[in-house]
DNA sequence: GCCTGATAGTGTGATTGTCACACCCAAGCA
DNA sequence: TGCTTGGGTGTGACAATCACACTATCAGGC
């Protein structure tokens, strides 16, 4: 659509790109979306979603949200920058600076191979992720750092569990980011001392043993403590 | 030097600058480094220092450090990455890119007014920064906020004073980033309980009154305290 | 040389938060 | 019905945090 045309400038120009990082969470393990290259450099290999931006037409973060959308079909989910990657060389191709978003999804809202078309995307367990084009390893590691770090001081772990989840759930996700075990009694009454919690009154089913009660992150609580000049801190 | 020569590519593409925040700290307030504009938009305005990338030549950082050398001569600071900013019309002409820094140095490291040449470069207070240029006024809040944030876990402070520093200073530069005020007790004893503090037996000379014995932080001992899995936090 | 104003430096006790720890309970399944 | 699996609950020891007030030292002015 459109004559096909070319664009003028007096000094060489970047493209710039945007990559998104999206965990997911899966009852026992963090999981990152992946999509397999369909093009030239590093065709058939493992890399983040990602592409792009509408230069003079939208934001970065709209870019973001676009080519997500667009690749995996993933909606309604935390997305936030990361870092911006612009080594010259990390293109083969020609100087490309890359803007790297990091998303949170609850796994369990999106049915398991979402594709709407294109190139498969697919979930891949954190420890088992390939070797990635380009520099995209390093954007993971970074990714990885930020969000272990950032789940102990923001209340980011909700936006992995589904809705409702029993404590049991959020405690492996805590355990998990911060690579070590944590006391069950003490990590009840520290969460639920907050506040932040609301309790169903509903319990798992389907489940070989007891059932457990289920939760809900109260959003509105927790806005109001942080109001307040308290902050979450796990 | 060189022909005069054009450059064109299949697509638009968006032009990439580094800004850089640069904060000094000047015994009891937080200052931001600004140049007037000399060139169109926002002529004569206050603006944030920065400048286009050199594509295909150097990365983000190279960049955001050779503008901060050619533009205010200062050396030696703490930089890191701030965030990337890309509204389509943040920049009246076209769709530029700008990557952040956020930079610390210590203000007595360099003469009053270092500018090597060009535009003029300025100490501005930070509660009397005037409206600035493009959305500098933005990334000047987010930066803000980071620093506040980041002094109260991170060393950084250190990279503000001066290399010997009485604690009378470092507090000061605390209860500026929390907004509140502290014990001075309190503070001493948790400071110097760290252990990554080096006490130098000097005193400060000519003040007008009893004399401050001076520190040094001694960056070896707070490595290797979190190598141990401490972590700073005041 | 002595008085004054300004800031440096120092310890304790009360309170609060953090941590480690073990047992009984409910439900599904064989 | 009993075995297995994980759910749910309280207390006491210890450590960290907080609030708090006085004496010491220096420079400058009188």
Wanted: charged letters at 30%; glycine letters at 8%.
């Amino acid at each position: 659509m459109g004559t096909p045309r070319t664009y003028t400038y007096d000094y060489p120009m970047p493209a710039v790109t945007v990559d998104c990082v999206v965990f997911g969470w899966d009852d026992n393990d963090l999981h990152v979306l992946l999509i397999e290259r369909g093009e030239k450099p590093y065709e058939g290999q493992a890399a983040l979603p990602g592409g792009f931006i509408q230069v003079g037409r939208e934001s970065l973060e709209q870019a973001a949200r676009r080519e997500l959308e667009e690749e995996t079909g993933i909606r309604n989910y935390h997305l936030e920058q990361l870092g911006t990657f612009g080594n010259p060389d990390r293109d083969p191709r020609y100087h490309v600076v890359t803007v790297a978003y990091f998303a949170l999804v609850r796994k369990s809202d999106h049915r398991p191979r979402g594709g709407t078309d294109a190139r498969s995307a697919a979930w891949c367990p954190l420890d088992e992720v390939p070797s990635l084009a380009f520099d995209h390893d390093e954007i993971l590691a970074v990714a990885k750092k930020r969000l272990y770090g950032k789940l102990r001081y923001k209340p980011l772990g909700f936006q992995l569990l589904p809705r409702k989840f029993p404590l049991r759930d959020l405690q492996r996700l805590y355990e998990t980011a911060s690579g070590g075990e944590v006391d069950k009694r003490n990590f009840r009454k520290k969460v639920l001392e907050m506040g932040i919690l609301e309790d169903l009154n509903e319990t798992e089913s389907d489940v070989a043993h007891r059932a457990a009660r289920l939760y809900r992150f109260n959003e509105s609580a927790y806005r109001k403590r942080s109001r307040d000049g308290w902050h979450f801190e796990l």
